[in-house]
């Protein structure tokens, strides 16, 4: 806003640190809710058992702990980075592939401890989300009619668009192979950085009953209509 595009080396690393942490627990909340649909479709008689308020919580903070401590380990690598060659990011944000690229000691090291690191905690959650939609699939396939099966899809269909943009781009700027794709991964990264909290009160809340009703009742309420 302000056509400032200078930021310090503490701003960066602390602006690295929030992103890695907001990014995990994201990974760790999709595999979360990715379990919660393959308990509704799958076993809908024990979900009321299954899925109570408290293991929804235990959920929830472990996804967070667990970000947390990837981290740290993760910020401990960056610190150690020394920089003293270039000072231009070619980025949006203060990433850790561009950052790393600027730095004069232990890039291959950092490169493959940050890689190591990120696999341990985040292939868990991916693998995790990846089964439940497998066994979602299959239930939805044994439905005898096509009225069950598109409204059985329907109630995981809004998550699974969510996890495909975002797990998509994750795959094209870490995993895919860094030759010519410095354009594509900046456009990846808009896509799973920039469009999943754009479209979740979209594609989550205009599916729910509620805030259908409660929408139309403000709406009724501004233009002065009879509800």
């Known amino acids: 806003m302000t056509g400032d595009k200078k930021i310090s080396v503490s701003g960066c690393i602390t602006q690295l640190y929030f992103f890695a942490f907001l990014i995990s627990t994201e990974c760790y909340l999709l595999s979360v809710m990715s379990f919660d649909r393959y308990l509704a479709v799958c076993k809908p008689l024990q979900y009321a058992t299954t899925m109570t308020m408290r293991v929804c919580i235990q959920l929830v903070l472990a996804s967070w702990l667990n970000s947390m401590v990837f981290t740290s380990i993760f910020l ?13 990011i070619d980025h949006f944000y203060c990433d850790s592939l561009p950052l790393v690229k600027l730095s004069c000691n232990h890039i291959n090291l950092v490169k493959n401890v940050t890689m190591v690191v990120s696999f341990i905690f985040t292939f868990p959650p ?23 099966r598109q409204r059985t899809f329907a ?16 795959i094209i700027v870490y995993i895919m192979p860094k030759t010519e794709t410095i354009n594509l991964n900046k456009l990846a990264s808009v896509l799973y950085t920039v469009l999943p909290p754009i479209a979740n009160p979209l594609i989550y ?14 709406m009724a309420h501004i233009l002065k209509l009879p509800l």
Request: glycine residues 6%; proline residues 3%; contains cysteine.
């Open 76 to 88: 401990g690598m960056v610190l150690k980075i020394q920089f003293c060659g270039p000072n231009e």
């Open 155 to 170: 109630t995981c269909s809004s998550h699974l668009i969510v996890v495909s943009i975002f797990y998509g781009a994750l």
């Open 205 to 218: 809340s205009l599916r729910n009953k509620d805030v259908k009703e409660a929408m139309k009742k403000v």
């Open 126 to 148: 991916f693998l995790l989300t990846l089964t439940s939609y497998t066994y979602i699939i299959i239930a939805i396939l044994k439905i005898p009619t096509t009225t069950g």
